[in-house]
């Protein structure tokens, strides 16, 4: 079954101090892993698509990273205004098919000035 | 362009009523996802739309169904609410072919 785990759970940081999210997949036919930022209430915004092992994407303080089995998304610097919730998710499968997404739970970071 | 658009933004409903929520996709798109996000889960797919049919479907009951309308906007239908289908239900809209989905703001939906 396809799965995705992200850790840690829960993310504190100081400002200024920098750290690294993980999202780790088991799917069949990995076809592209995207990441989205989540204001509470809000609907998820659209931050990277990564398709391939040893793809890396960048905006602004975020960088993210694709390995075959885990991404990771790095936050260098970060401020209080990056305090949201990062999610990921995973698309799989042949492209004739559904276009569904597969989430993890995210991860709830919290920057203190 | 014109993003995602969802409606109503909250709706407080009683168990057994009926629901409809809505959707217009982003300007250009012609495919639309449903997604529901249960309080500090992450969203779990409930069915897409390309071409008015569904095109692919999760792990809902029939009592979920939805429609999508020639100008691309859709139509989320719940009925015989439940307790547990309070929560907060996104619309996403793609171009077929390509992978990247946008969302709306959501409709957050109590059920009591």
């Known amino acids: 079954e396809d799965q995705v785990t992200q850790s840690p759970e829960a993310l504190r940081l100081q400002e200024g101090e920098s750290s690294s999210l993980n999202c780790s997949y088991t799917v069949s036919g990995l076809r592209g892993l995207f990441w989205y930022r989540q204001d509470p209430g809000k609907g998820p915004e659209f931050l990277f698509t990564l398709y391939s092992a040893g793809e890396e994407k960048e905006k602004e303080r975020l960088k993210a990273t694709l390995t075959k089995k885990e991404s990771f998304l790095h936050i260098t610097a970060p401020k209080p205004e990056d305090s949201a919730t990062y999610l990921c998710?995973?698309?799989?499968?042949?492209?004739?098919?559904?276009?569904?997404?597969?989430f993890g739970t995210g991860t709830r970071l919290q920057v203190f000035p | 362009e014109t993003g995602v658009t969802q409606s109503p933004t909250h709706l407080i409903k009683t168990r057994g009523q009926q629901v409809t929520l809505r959707c217009s996709s982003q300007?250009?798109?012609?495919?639309v996802s449903w997604y529901q996000q249960a309080l500090g889960q992450g969203p779990q797919f409930i069915f897409q739309?390309?071409?008015?049919?569904?095109?692919g479907r999760g792990n809902f009951p029939p009592r979920f169904s939805g429609l999508q309308f020639p100008n691309y906007s859709s139509e989320l239908n719940v009925n015989a609410l439940e307790l547990d289908d309070s929560a907060l239900y996104l619309c996403a809209s793609s171009l077929w072919g390509k992978d990247t989905q946008y969302f709306g703001p959501g409709t957050r939906l109590t059920v009591l």
């Open positions: 300007s250009g798109h012609n495919t």
């Open positions: 998710a995973v698309q799989a499968g042949p492209s004739y098919n559904t276009d569904k997404l597969i």
């Open positions: 739309y390309y071409r008015e049919e569904e095109n």
